[in-house]
């Protein structure tokens, strides 16, 4: 059984990705550390999940690289010097993205297409999460915002209730408009994602890794 290193382990998606590991024992995978960020790590592993904090992402990153473990984070809002760290680094095999669900990597592609063939008309950004979500926009729409050329003030936002995460990208002319939107239904969407991207992760040579990689990985499997 390879050991996890759930890094925000008391947060909504460290939860459900400890009841994903905990619920699914033929993944091989079994929960070793459950860390906060500011406590120690107990115990040993073989591949860090990190949904915490900007803070508490760096401090795991530290740890994983000290112990020579894979690294993946969906945190977002971090700074840019830890980003431009995790691209640079060189003994671990580093995963990052602001959303690790490959329905909404396909999406944003579907965004950036639709950016291209409408050129010219208006574009708009709306995104809806839940009451306890930091960050807005959110890491999703930013990137969505960038396929889009969008300039992030212009991407207008809702905090309301429970919603796990909701969003849409119009494109209107005087004569017609076109809607995409995505809507997620559970975290398990994330989480399950996560826990299978950490199982290729840990096959991974030293280097950094993107959603691209990984959906690159999935396109090519697909067609064995």
Same mark, same amino acid.
């Given at each position: 059984?390879?050991? $996890?290193?759930?890094? +925000?382990?008391? *947060?909504?998606? +460290?939860?459900?990705?400890?009841?994903?590991?905990?619920?699914?024992? @033929?993944?091989?995978?079994?929960?070793? $550390?459950?860390? @906060?960020? +500011?406590?120690?790590?107990? *115990?040993?592993?073989?591949?860090?999940?990190?949904?915490?904090?900007?803070?508490?992402?760096?401090?795991?990153?530290?740890?994983?690289?000290?112990?020579? %473990?894979?690294?993946? =984070? +969906?945190?977002?809002?971090?700074? @840019? !010097?830890? &980003?431009?760290?995790?691209?640079?680094?060189?003994?671990?095999?580093?995963?990052?993205?602001?959303?690790?669900?490959?329905?909404?990597?396909?999406?944003?592609?579907?965004? %950036?297409?639709?950016?291209?063939?409408?050129?010219?008309?208006?574009?708009? &950004?709306?995104?809806?999460?839940?009451?306890?979500?930091?960050?807005?926009?959110?890491?999703?729409?930013?990137?969505?915002?960038?396929?889009?050329?969008?300039?992030?003030?212009?991407?207008?936002?809702?905090?309301?209730?429970?919603?796990?995460? !909701?969003? =849409?990208?119009?494109?209107?002319?005087?004569?017609?408009?076109? =809607? &995409?939107?995505?809507?997620?239904?559970?975290?398990?969407?994330?989480?399950?994602?996560?826990?299978?991207?950490?199982?290729?992760?840990?096959?991974?040579?030293? *280097?950094?890794?993107?959603?691209?990689?990984?959906?690159?990985?999935?396109?090519?499997?697909?067609?064995?």
């Amino acid at each position: 059984m390879k050991k $996890v290193f759930i890094n +925000g382990a008391e *947060g909504k998606m +460290g939860k459900a990705i400890a009841r994903i590991i905990e619920s699914r024992p @033929e993944l091989g995978l079994e929960v070793a $550390v459950k860390r @906060e960020s +500011g406590q120690p790590v107990l *115990g040993d592993f073989d591949v860090v999940i990190d949904f915490s904090s900007p803070q508490g992402a760096q401090e795991a990153f530290v740890m994983a690289r000290k112990h020579r %473990r894979p690294f993946l =984070t +969906g945190t977002t809002n971090l700074p @840019e !010097t830890f &980003l431009f760290q995790m691209q640079e680094e060189e003994k671990i095999p580093v995963f990052y993205a602001p959303n690790v669900s490959l329905s909404v990597y396909f999406f944003t592609e579907l965004v %950036r297409q639709a950016a291209k063939m409408y050129a010219g008309y208006e574009f708009k &950004l709306h995104e809806i999460h839940h009451v306890h979500k930091k960050d807005a926009p959110s890491g999703t729409a930013k990137k969505l915002a960038d396929v889009m050329d969008l300039a992030y003030d212009k991407v207008t936002y809702e905090r309301t209730g429970e919603v796990v995460g !909701t969003h =849409t990208a119009t494109f209107a002319s005087p004569f017609d408009e076109i =809607t &995409l939107s995505h809507e997620a239904k559970n975290r398990d969407l994330f989480a399950d994602s996560a826990v299978q991207i950490a199982l290729w992760l840990m096959k991974c040579e030293s *280097g950094f890794y993107t959603m691209s990689d990984y959906a690159k990985f999935k396109l090519k499997e697909k067609k064995k």
